[in-house]
């Protein structure tokens, strides 16, 4: 599953970040705020409408993520 999939609160461990095509500046930048594979991850807001943005927290560290960025991240349920 992706993380844009997971349900708020629901713990997770990263298992990859796809991208789009081999030089995806998003999945960089996303491997580099530290979503790489075995990290505990969560959602722990979503946006008023549409469920955009994802707050999302990873470690102790949370962040604001566009739905379309969370689908790169794929988890699975801790």
């Known amino acids: ?4 999939e997971l349900s708020p609160f629901t713990s ?3 298992d990859t ?5 081999s030089n995806d500046p ?7 705020l530290g979503f790489v594979e075995g990290e505990p991850v969560s959602i722990v807001a979503r946006g008023p409408i549409g469920a955009d943005p994802l707050l999302v927290q990873i470690g102790f560290t949370r962040f604001a993520l566009r739905r379309s960025e969370a689908q790169r991240v794929n988890v699975h349920p801790a």
Request: hydrophobic content about 55%; aromatic content about 0%.
């Open 1 to 4: 599953m992706n993380l844009s």
């Open 12 to 14: 997770a461990v990263v």
């Open 17 to 21: 970040v796809t991208g789009l095509d």
């Open 26 to 32: 998003i999945a960089k930048r996303l491997r580099e």
